[in-house]
Antibody, heavy 124, light 108 residues
Framework: QITLKESGPTLVKPTQTLTLTCTFS??????????VGWIRQPPGKALEWLAL???????RYSPSLKSRLTITKDTSKNQVVLTMTNMDPVDTATYYC????????????????WGQGTLVTVSS | SYELTQPPSVSVSPGQTARITCSGD??????AYWYQQKPGQAPVLVIY???ERPSGIPERFSGSSSGTTVTLTISGVQAEDEADYYC???????????FGGGTKLTVL
């Protein structure tokens, strides 16, 4: 079955760079159509999509955060890494990684399997 | 930037029908998806491609689309359906994922 798990620091200081790793099983990021995305949720607030990487290394970013985000994959390790620069207290949130729910290349992304999430607090 | 608009809250009594709407200019062109999120848990996909139900999701969950509005309907609401519900779609180009602001469903 498909599982995903996020890992990374629970506390970062303002201006630092956050690096999160998503380790998954049950699928391969080398299979056509497969993708993994990152979504975050500040405490008590709505979900916000951040980034998505496809099997062919195509990458998509939230327009509002594009300048601060980088998403990469390591197919051999079944991992996807998200980095976010210049962290601010408003970036405090639970960060989720999720499996793209469609392998049709032209279909819009959605997410059918999610990790449990990891809470990242930004504070000095 | 593209936005999806949901009502902040919906309340229904057990056994009644709950309808949660989501509005967006690109919805006539793009599919919508619905997620259920209970406190402290990750979101769960309950509807995909406007009206399809993933395996394991109860039949009381259904989705529909009309113009710029999509609707999640929960028939015969149960106490366990109390949760936050989020719609999701994409901009007109299909490249940027967007979530709605979420709707808190309260079962009275």
């Amino acid at each position: 079955q498909i599982t995903l798990k996020e890992s990374g620091p629970t506390l970062v200081k303002p201006t630092q760079t956050l690096t999160l790793t998503c380790t998954f099983s049950g699928f391969s990021l080398s299979t056509s159509g497969v993708g993994v995305g990152w979504i975050r949720q500040p405490p008590g607030k709505a979900l916000e999509w951040l980034a998505l990487i496809y099997w062919d290394d195509d990458k998509r970013y939230s327009p509002s955060l594009k300048s601060r985000l980088t998403i990469t994959k390591d197919t051999s390790k079944n991992q996807v890494v998200l980095t976010m620069t210049n962290m601010d207290p408003v970036d405090t949130a639970t960060y989720y990684c999720a499996h793209r729910g469609d392998v049709v290349v032209t279909a819009i992304p959605y997410f059918d399997y999610w990790g449990q999430g990891t809470l990242v607090t930004v504070s000095s | 930037s593209y936005e999806l608009t949901q009502p902040p809250s919906v309340s229904v009594s057990p056994g009644q029908t709950a309808r949660i709407t989501c509005s967006g200019d690109a919805l006539p062109k793009q599919y919508a998806y619905w997620y259920q999120q209970k406190p402290g848990q990750a979101p769960v996909l309950v509807i995909y491609k406007d009206s399809e139900r993933p395996s394991g999701i109860p039949e009381r969950f259904s989705g529909s689309s009309s113009g710029t509005t999509v609707t999640l309907t929960i028939s015969g609401v149960q106490a366990e359906d109390e949760a936050d519900y989020y719609c999701q779609s994409a901009d007109s180009s299909g490249t940027s994922v967007v979530f709605g602001g979420g709707t808190k469903l309260t079962v009275l």
